[in-house]
């Protein structure tokens, strides 16, 4: 299957959004 | 595991459901007493409430440990997913609580839950974090101390990700090793 990979610039910018 | 609808409709999912430990060193209890399940996430959102709400690992006190395993796992030794496994170990100078700590465990957290070792995640079981006053440790447990290629691409991965010189390296330890013999003792399995 596919796996649900994440880096770290995309992380961090969804720690503040709303 | 099904999310409820809102979570796939609005957040972003996770490959994994995770768990948070905490650990806090009460000498009058049983060890597994003072090891509790904090919350379970499965979302990049709910991850981000979670992290945003507890207290920075530099601001535990000493003997205290966070923990963040899969959904399943229990963060010791004797867990069957655990027991053939061994962990990369960080340990950290006293004045690197303040400097490197905190910065270290987001990094760390944030690799397991991206799944950012491809693949080779799948040989991860957890991370942990020990305050302690004599230095303080972070490491990533993986299920297999035998799995070579896997073992040794995680630890490139890692070391890379935290962002260390290549003049510094980091060992391997198999929990067998680990649970056997005194910390010093212990023998270094592999190296990055």
Known sequence: ????IYDRKFLMECRNSP | ???????ILDKYPLQNRWALWFFKND??????????????????EDFWALYD???PASKLSCGCDYSLFKDGIEPMWEDTQNKRGGRWLITLAKQQRHSKLD?????????LIG?????????LCGAVINIRSK????????????NQEAVTHIGRVYKERLGLSQEVTIGYQAHADTATKSNSLTKTKFVV
């Open chain 2, 27 to 44: 000498k009058n209890r049983m060890w597994q007493a003072n090891l509790r399940l904090v919350t379970r996430f499965s979302t990049v």
């Open chain 2, 1 to 7: 595991q099904e999310l409820p609808l809102g979570e």
């Open chain 2, 103 to 111: 910065c270290f465990w987001l990094d760390t957290l944030l690799c």
């Open chain 2, 115 to 123: 799944e950012m070792f491809g693949d080779y995640s799948d040989e």
């Open chain 2, 135 to 146: 230095g303080d440790k972070i490491a990533i447990w993986t299920r297999e101390a035998e």
């Open chain 2, 53 to 55: 709400h507890i207290k």
């Open chain 1, 1 to 4: 299957g596919t796996r649900i």
